[in-house]
Structures are given as structure tokens and as C-alpha cells.
């Protein structure tokens, strides 16, 4: 009897110990495989960023000094800095919300296999920090959700290239990372707050100029006559946000001196000089701008058109 009472006890503890091990062992898996952040991102370790997005071309960030460039055919260009931070906005301390699969089999469906991921690599110079797959979004709506009263989350599928799991998180990135080159590229000609604008200078191609200058809150004068107010104050209001995507990237022979220059001058921001250059019947013009050295736009399409303007444009129509 006592032998029996012996293996009885002895067969209770051993399958205690399996449940143990079993517990231990699919604990173990589940904390390799979920992760609270799928990846944390020391920013200032970052000086190369690499976005490779579908169905356009590949995009190279690099960092000289504290100054952030987009590297086209060898040529380093200014970044748009907005765009610099929202990278690293996205990505910094990535929160998973699940796991969505924990093999290859369903990368395809997620959107993140070497086809269809759209793939970010960090850099310091040529070490790799981390490679992140960004894959398919959707859109989970809440539970009490209505068509009045919408609520839900986004949701998008990641994988880092050297992991098999595939990790739901919330936020739509693939819309982040998915531009094209010229997206990256520092768009400014003009950026100022157009309160802070007091005087427009514009020099015209025989060497005259006029002065636009602001008088109290909201008022202008042109070479001290009254101006056309509203026409004035929308013009300002325009010119202070002035971007343009139409950049000129070939070698350009600039003359000895620039057609047109407009100096935008105020208060809590250096004077902008924008310098325009006759150029091919194409782009008609060259600009360049003080705050963004470096880059040329074509003026050809809108640019010039928006912010050269003659005398006349500022002044009341006569009737």
C-alpha cells in the first residue's frame, strides 16, 4: 500500500512539474514574441535615414553636422526639417498594440515581405540600427461606434527585418514614408510670420525699385501712397508661407546680376532676399531664396507669378 500511496505522489509531483514546465515554456515564448515597444530610437545616434517606398524612388537622409540633407545623384540638398521630426516622431518608442502573426506565412498579408513593406533603415555612418517593415493599414472601429459619433483606431502591420513577428501598432505610417523625394526636400522661399512683415523692396529689371512699407496694424503704403488694403494684406498674408516643389536641379550659368529681386524685411526674422534669373523658355526663370542657399526653383509655372508683382498691382484700380 505504501508503494502504491509512493507512485501515486510521485506521479502527481511530476505532472505538477509539467504543468510548471509547460507554463514556464509558453511564458517564455510569449515574452520573445510580444513586445511592449517594438523598437526605441536614440535620435541623436542617427545620421543616415533610409526609406526605400513603393513605387517610387529610394530616399537618402543624411545628417552633416546639425543639419539635415536629401541626397539626390551625389548631390546633397537642404531637408525639410518638419519632416526630419516627423519621421522620428513616428517612430520613436513604437508601441505594439498586438501581435498579428509570429511567422513568414503571413507576411504577404500584412504587407510587409521584401515586396510589399516599405522599408526604413537607421543608420550611424555605415552600422545599421534598426530595419523596420512598414506593411498594410486598416481601420478597427470601436465597438460603440456610430455614423454619427465614428470611433475606432489605426492600425498598421510592422516587422523588423530581422524578427518574424509581425506587430499591429496604432497610427497610419505608411502614409509617412510613403513620398516621393521631392517631399524631403526643404520647400521653402519665403517663411515668415505675416504680422512680423513690415516692408516689401522689389527691384525691377532697369535697375528701378518700389517700396511697399507697413503703417500701424494693418495698413500699407507703396513708395508712400495708399495702397489697395485688401488686395495688400491678402498678397502679405500669401507671400509669408511662400513653398514651392518645382525645384531645378541641373547646372545653371547664373548672370552677373538677377533680373528681379524681392527683399521681404521685418520684425523677429533676418531680411529674405529672392534673386530671379532669366533662364529657357521652359522655367523662363531661376529663383533662389536667402533662406533656403543652395536650391534653385523654376519659376516658369507659378512661383514667379506669385510673389513678383509691379507697382501697380498694390495700388486702388482707377475707375
Not at 85 to 106: G, H, Y
Not at 227 to 252: E, G, K, Q
Not at 274 to 287: C, L
Request: charged share 30%; proline share 4%; no cysteine.
Amino acid at each position: 500500500m505504501f508503494k502504491k500511496l509512493s507512485v501515486k505522489i510521485l506521479l502527481i509531483i511530476l505532472g505538477v512539474l509539467l504543468v510548471i514546465y509547460l507554463i514556464t515554456l509558453l511564458s517564455d515564448k510569449s515574452e520573445r514574441t510580444f513586445k511592449e515597444i517594438v523598437l526605441t530610437v536614440d535620435t541623436a545616434n542617427v545620421n543616415t535615414i533610409l526609406i526605400f517606398p513603393i513605387g517610387k524612388d529610394d530616399v537618402k537622409l543624411i545628417r552633416l553636422d546639425t543639419a539635415w540633407k536629401v541626397e539626390l545623384d551625389s548631390v546633397n540638398y537642404n531637408a525639410d526639417r518638419k519632416m526630419i521630426k516627423n519621421i522620428f516622431t513616428q517612430l520613436i518608442n513604437l508601441k505594439t498594440d498586438r501581435v498579428a502573426a509570429t511567422n513568414e506565412s503571413k507576411w504577404a498579408e500584412f504587407e510587409v515581405d521584401d515586396s510589399t513593406g516599405t522599408r526604413v533603415i537607421l543608420m550611424n555612418d555605415e552600422d545599421v540600427l534598426t530595419e523596420l517593415l512598414i506593411g498594410k493599414f486598416s481601420y478597427i472601429p470601436d465597438e460603440n461606434s456610430t455614423p454619427e459619433q465614428p470611433k475606432g483606431k489605426m492600425i498598421t502591420y510592422v516587422r523588423l527585418a530581422d524578427e518574424d513577428e509581425v506587430y499591429a501598432v496604432e497610427g497610419y505610417l505608411k502614409l509617412n514614408f510613403n513620398y516621393d523625394l521631392n517631399s524631403y526636400r526643404n520647400k521653402a522661399v519665403v517663411n515668415a510670420h505675416r504680422s512680423h512683415i513690415t516692408k516689401l523692396t522689389y527691384t525691377e529689371p532697369d535697375k528701378k525699385s518700389f517700396v511697399v512699407t507697413k503703417k500701424g496694424e494693418s495698413n500699407f503704403l507703396v513708395d508712400g501712397v495708399p495702397v489697395d488694403s485688401a488686395r495688400t494684406v491678402s498678397f502679405v498674408i500669401r507671400l509669408a508661407n511662400t513653398n514651392s516643389r518645382d525645384f531645378y536641379n541641373d547646372d545653371f550659368d547664373f548672370p552677373s546680376e538677377p533680373d528681379y529681386i524681392l527683399k521681404v524685411e521685418g520684425d523677429n526674422f533676418e531680411p529674405i532676399i529672392v534673386n530671379v534669373y532669366p533662364a529657357d523658355t521652359v522655367n523662363k526663370y531661376i529663383m533662389t531664396s536667402s533662406m533656403n542657399p543652395g536650391t534653385k526653383f523654376s519659376g516658369g509655372r507659378t512661383l514667379f507669378k506669385k510673389i513678383i508683382k509691379d507697382k501697380d498691382y498694390f495700388l486702388p484700380k482707377k475707375k
